[in-house]
């Protein structure tokens, strides 16, 4: 064989995927647990406004229904066990003090499910916000740890909910940082993120990562505080 024949049976190479090259994600189910809450009540109203079908949970399933009615845009309000049970994909913007009960006794029914959690361990003392650490490392890899059947990402961590709520404010000018294992999760995840106008998703690494992203909310609250803000994140040369 010639050198020439050499190097024409050599496979080829498949040329490197586009990252900005996401899947339509127009046709899922988002549901968001503590979807009667600030941050999850702001998501779900940018979600459904931007066309998505959502349904937001809570513990009483009255008050998921008169938020959902608040909201209009087609959501839908249930108690938590049937918001996940109906969603393709689950944001968790549940409190802190209430994350790992709440997923603890969701478990199989959100098993199968992409898990996208928000939550921001935090305490506040005098001096302002400041970081939790939990056992897990996060919140996210706690979410991980108690479901096992689920797949889990983190994203949607640094949106003011002031923002998300504003009716009269037609884009939301941040990035999205979105961590998780597998790249189809995280691309998913992007492209909801995508669908609110002024927002990109990022990718950010794997859930072992988690903590800081989380933490770095209590910066922002910082930030905010001392210039009467409400102030996100942009990844630049990307």
Known sequence: MTSSDSAQAAPQKAPAKDPWDLPDVSGLVVGVLGGTGP??????????????????????????????EELGHGVEGADNAECARRSDVVIVAVPWEGHGDTLAALREDLAGKLVVDCVNPLGFDKKGAYAL???????AEQA????????????????????????????????????GEERADVETVQALAGRIPGMRGVFAGRLRNAHQVESLVANLISVNRRYKAHAGLRVTDV
């Open 39 to 68: 941050q999850g009540k702001g998501l779900a109203y940018r979600l459904a406004k931007a066309g998505q079908k959502v349904i937001i949970g809570s513990r009483a399933a009255d008050r998921a229904r008169t938020a959902a």
């Open 133 to 139: 650490k939990p056992e897990e490392g996060s919140a």
């Open 144 to 179: 991980a740890a108690l479901l096992p059947g689920s797949r889990v990402a983190a994203a949607f961590h640094h949106l003011s909910a002031v923002l998300l709520q504003d009716e009269a404010i037609e884009e939301i000018d941040t990035d999205v940082m979105v961590l």
